[in-house]
Protein backbone atom coordinates (compact mmCIF):
# COMPACT_ATOMS: atom_id res chain seq x y z
CA UNK A 1 0.00 0.00 0.00
CA UNK A 2 1.06 3.19 -0.76
CA UNK A 3 0.70 6.94 0.78
CA UNK A 4 1.29 10.69 0.35
CA UNK A 5 2.06 13.31 2.62
CA UNK A 6 1.73 17.15 1.52
CA UNK A 7 3.24 18.64 4.65
CA UNK A 8 1.69 22.19 3.49
CA UNK A 9 -1.69 23.35 3.01
CA UNK A 10 -1.45 26.20 1.60
CA UNK A 11 1.83 28.45 0.36
CA UNK A 12 1.71 32.03 -0.43
CA UNK A 13 5.10 33.33 -2.68
CA UNK A 14 5.92 37.07 -4.08
CA UNK A 15 5.55 36.85 -8.02
CA UNK A 16 9.45 35.97 -9.01
CA UNK A 17 10.13 34.26 -5.83
CA UNK A 18 11.41 30.56 -5.71
CA UNK A 19 8.75 28.28 -4.58
CA UNK A 20 8.86 24.14 -3.30
CA UNK A 21 6.10 22.11 -2.14
CA UNK A 22 6.37 19.40 -0.89
CA UNK A 23 6.09 15.95 -0.81
CA UNK A 24 6.58 12.23 0.99
CA UNK A 25 5.26 9.11 0.02
CA UNK A 26 5.52 5.31 1.96
CA UNK A 27 5.38 2.55 -0.22
CA UNK A 28 6.42 -0.64 0.20
CA UNK A 29 7.51 -1.35 -3.18
CA UNK A 30 8.81 0.43 -6.29
CA UNK A 31 6.74 3.47 -7.52
CA UNK A 32 6.11 5.82 -10.41
CA UNK A 33 5.87 9.71 -8.97
CA UNK A 34 3.47 12.43 -10.40
CA UNK A 35 2.74 16.08 -9.95
CA UNK A 36 -0.42 17.58 -11.12
CA UNK A 37 -2.08 21.33 -11.37
CA UNK A 38 -5.50 21.75 -10.92
CA UNK A 39 -7.29 25.05 -11.68
CA UNK A 40 -10.12 26.12 -10.32
CA UNK A 41 -13.42 23.67 -11.80
CA UNK A 42 -11.21 22.36 -14.31
CA UNK A 43 -9.53 18.45 -14.43
CA UNK A 44 -6.05 17.52 -13.60
CA UNK A 45 -3.21 18.65 -15.94
CA UNK A 46 0.09 16.92 -15.45
CA UNK A 47 3.06 18.98 -14.85
CA UNK A 48 5.80 16.29 -14.33
CA UNK A 49 6.66 12.62 -13.72
CA UNK A 50 9.01 10.06 -12.43
CA UNK A 51 8.88 6.38 -14.24
CA UNK A 52 12.57 5.70 -14.26
CA UNK A 53 16.60 7.14 -15.04
CA UNK A 54 17.74 10.60 -14.04
CA UNK A 55 16.09 11.82 -10.53
CA UNK A 56 15.68 15.43 -11.86
CA UNK A 57 12.71 15.51 -13.68
CA UNK A 58 11.75 18.82 -15.41
CA UNK A 59 8.10 19.32 -16.43
CA UNK A 60 6.07 21.90 -18.04
CA UNK A 61 5.76 25.94 -17.06
CA UNK A 62 9.33 25.77 -16.06
CA UNK A 63 8.71 23.34 -12.81
CA UNK A 64 11.05 20.60 -11.51
CA UNK A 65 11.14 18.12 -8.80
CA UNK A 66 14.16 15.34 -7.88
CA UNK A 67 13.35 12.32 -6.36
CA UNK A 68 14.93 11.01 -3.54
CA UNK A 69 14.89 7.56 -2.84
CA UNK A 70 16.48 7.78 0.89
CA UNK A 71 14.12 10.34 2.22
CA UNK A 72 11.26 9.43 -0.12
CA UNK A 73 10.39 12.99 -1.27
CA UNK A 74 9.68 14.36 -4.44
CA UNK A 75 9.93 17.98 -3.95
CA UNK A 76 8.07 20.47 -6.98
CA UNK A 77 10.06 23.21 -7.21
CA UNK A 78 9.79 26.90 -9.22
CA UNK A 79 12.74 28.90 -9.62
CA UNK A 80 10.44 32.22 -10.68
CA UNK A 81 6.97 32.03 -9.93
CA UNK A 82 3.98 33.90 -12.28
CA UNK A 83 0.38 35.23 -10.75
CA UNK A 84 -1.05 32.40 -13.05
CA UNK A 85 0.98 29.54 -10.81
CA UNK A 86 -2.13 30.31 -8.71
CA UNK A 87 -3.34 26.86 -8.11
CA UNK A 88 -4.14 23.63 -6.12
CA UNK A 89 -0.70 21.15 -6.53
CA UNK A 90 -1.23 16.90 -6.16
CA UNK A 91 1.50 14.75 -5.70
CA UNK A 92 0.11 11.31 -6.36
CA UNK A 93 2.01 7.85 -6.80
CA UNK A 94 1.41 4.31 -8.23
CA UNK A 95 2.82 1.03 -7.71
CA UNK A 96 4.89 0.14 -11.04
CA UNK A 97 2.58 -2.94 -11.46
CA UNK A 98 -1.02 -4.09 -11.07
CA UNK A 99 -3.83 -1.73 -11.52
CA UNK A 100 -1.50 1.16 -10.89
CA UNK A 101 -3.77 3.29 -9.15
CA UNK A 102 -3.10 6.57 -7.75
CA UNK A 103 -2.67 7.53 -4.41
CA UNK A 104 -2.97 11.24 -4.47
CA UNK A 105 -2.04 13.87 -1.24
CA UNK A 106 -4.51 16.34 -0.20
CA UNK A 107 -3.14 19.24 -2.04
CA UNK A 108 -1.00 22.42 -1.66
CA UNK A 109 -2.70 25.75 -2.68
CA UNK A 110 -0.02 28.22 -4.14
CA UNK A 111 -1.04 31.30 -4.06
CA UNK A 112 1.09 33.82 -5.60
CA UNK A 113 0.93 37.31 -4.53
CA UNK A 114 1.66 40.72 -7.14
CA UNK B 1 -4.90 12.35 -30.94
CA UNK B 2 -7.85 13.08 -28.90
CA UNK B 3 -7.78 13.13 -24.61
CA UNK B 4 -9.96 12.09 -22.14
CA UNK B 5 -13.88 13.73 -22.45
CA UNK B 6 -16.24 13.16 -19.82
CA UNK B 7 -19.93 14.34 -19.96
CA UNK B 8 -22.23 15.63 -18.77
CA UNK B 9 -19.77 18.72 -16.94
CA UNK B 10 -22.48 19.39 -14.58
CA UNK B 11 -25.49 17.81 -13.23
CA UNK B 12 -27.79 18.35 -10.14
CA UNK B 13 -29.33 15.19 -8.73
CA UNK B 14 -31.79 14.75 -5.55
CA UNK B 15 -30.70 12.30 -3.02
CA UNK B 16 -32.19 8.58 -3.55
CA UNK B 17 -31.75 8.94 -7.47
CA UNK B 18 -29.56 7.34 -9.87
CA UNK B 19 -26.36 9.25 -12.07
CA UNK B 20 -24.68 7.85 -14.86
CA UNK B 21 -21.44 9.56 -15.92
CA UNK B 22 -19.91 8.81 -18.98
CA UNK B 23 -15.90 8.82 -20.41
CA UNK B 24 -14.27 8.58 -23.84
CA UNK B 25 -10.87 7.53 -23.21
CA UNK B 26 -8.17 8.82 -25.27
CA UNK B 27 -6.90 7.08 -28.39
CA UNK B 28 -5.31 3.58 -27.95
CA UNK B 29 -5.61 3.07 -24.15
CA UNK B 30 -7.34 0.12 -22.74
CA UNK B 31 -7.76 1.22 -19.49
CA UNK B 32 -9.90 3.85 -17.33
CA UNK B 33 -9.51 4.30 -13.88
CA UNK B 34 -12.76 6.65 -11.96
CA UNK B 35 -11.95 9.21 -9.18
CA UNK B 36 -13.98 10.52 -6.59
CA UNK B 37 -12.67 14.21 -5.38
CA UNK B 38 -15.06 15.75 -2.46
CA UNK B 39 -14.13 19.34 -2.19
CA UNK B 40 -10.84 20.19 -0.54
CA UNK B 41 -9.37 17.23 -0.96
CA UNK B 42 -7.27 15.00 -3.22
CA UNK B 43 -9.13 12.63 -5.64
CA UNK B 44 -9.87 9.28 -4.26
CA UNK B 45 -9.61 6.05 -6.40
CA UNK B 46 -13.07 4.52 -7.26
CA UNK B 47 -12.27 1.14 -9.76
CA UNK B 48 -10.50 0.96 -12.72
CA UNK B 49 -11.47 -1.26 -15.94
CA UNK B 50 -8.97 -2.68 -17.93
CA UNK B 51 -10.48 -4.90 -20.87
CA UNK B 52 -13.71 -4.71 -20.13
CA UNK B 53 -13.26 -6.26 -16.60
CA UNK B 54 -13.09 -4.74 -13.31
CA UNK B 55 -9.06 -4.43 -12.20
CA UNK B 56 -9.05 -3.13 -8.81
CA UNK B 57 -11.44 -1.33 -6.45
CA UNK B 58 -10.92 1.52 -3.88
CA UNK B 59 -13.37 1.80 -0.35
CA UNK B 60 -16.66 2.25 -2.26
CA UNK B 61 -20.13 0.86 -1.59
CA UNK B 62 -21.07 -1.56 -4.27
CA UNK B 63 -24.23 1.63 -5.14
CA UNK B 64 -20.86 2.57 -7.19
CA UNK B 65 -20.56 0.20 -10.43
CA UNK B 66 -18.96 0.95 -13.65
CA UNK B 67 -19.05 -0.37 -17.33
CA UNK B 68 -16.35 -0.66 -19.95
CA UNK B 69 -16.85 -0.70 -23.64
CA UNK B 70 -15.28 -2.59 -26.24
CA UNK B 71 -14.63 0.88 -27.97
CA UNK B 72 -13.14 1.27 -24.43
CA UNK B 73 -15.10 3.87 -23.50
CA UNK B 74 -16.69 3.57 -19.74
CA UNK B 75 -19.61 4.30 -17.12
CA UNK B 76 -19.76 5.28 -13.74
CA UNK B 77 -23.20 4.45 -11.63
CA UNK B 78 -24.17 5.55 -8.86
CA UNK B 79 -27.13 3.95 -6.78
CA UNK B 80 -29.00 5.33 -4.04
CA UNK B 81 -27.63 8.96 -4.26
CA UNK B 82 -26.39 10.57 -0.77
CA UNK B 83 -25.55 14.38 -0.10
CA UNK B 84 -21.79 13.06 0.80
CA UNK B 85 -21.68 12.01 -3.01
CA UNK B 86 -21.41 15.83 -4.03
CA UNK B 87 -17.90 16.09 -5.58
CA UNK B 88 -16.11 16.04 -8.80
CA UNK B 89 -15.82 12.58 -10.41
CA UNK B 90 -12.51 12.08 -12.76
CA UNK B 91 -11.59 9.99 -15.34
CA UNK B 92 -8.20 8.61 -16.40
CA UNK B 93 -7.43 6.89 -19.04
CA UNK B 94 -3.88 4.83 -20.18
CA UNK B 95 -2.36 2.10 -22.09
CA UNK B 96 -1.16 -0.75 -20.20
CA UNK B 97 1.80 -1.25 -18.81
CA UNK B 98 2.75 2.60 -18.74
CA UNK B 99 1.73 3.95 -15.07
CA UNK B 100 0.70 7.12 -16.97
CA UNK B 101 -2.32 8.37 -16.70
CA UNK B 102 -4.54 11.32 -18.54
CA UNK B 103 -7.32 12.72 -17.23
CA UNK B 104 -10.50 14.15 -18.42
CA UNK B 105 -11.82 17.80 -17.26
CA UNK B 106 -14.65 15.69 -14.66
CA UNK B 107 -18.06 15.65 -13.75
CA UNK B 108 -19.06 17.94 -11.24
CA UNK B 109 -21.91 16.23 -9.47
CA UNK B 110 -24.35 17.75 -6.64
CA UNK B 111 -26.89 16.05 -4.90
CA UNK B 112 -29.54 17.68 -2.76
Known amino acids: AQSVTQLDSQVPVFEEAPVELRCNYS??????LFWYVQYPNQGLQLLLK??????LVKGINGFEAEFNKSQTSFHLRKPSVHISDTAEYFC????????????FGTGTRLKVLA | ETGVTQSPTHLIKTRGQQVTLRCSSQSGHNTVSWYQQALGQGPQFIFQYYREEENGRGNFPPRFSGLQFPNYSSELNVNALELDDSALYLC???????????FGQGTRLTVV
Open chain 1, 27 to 32: SSVSVY
Open chain 1, 50 to 55: YLSGST
Open chain 1, 92 to 103: AVSGRSGTYKYI
Open chain 2, 92 to 102: ASSLEGTGEAF
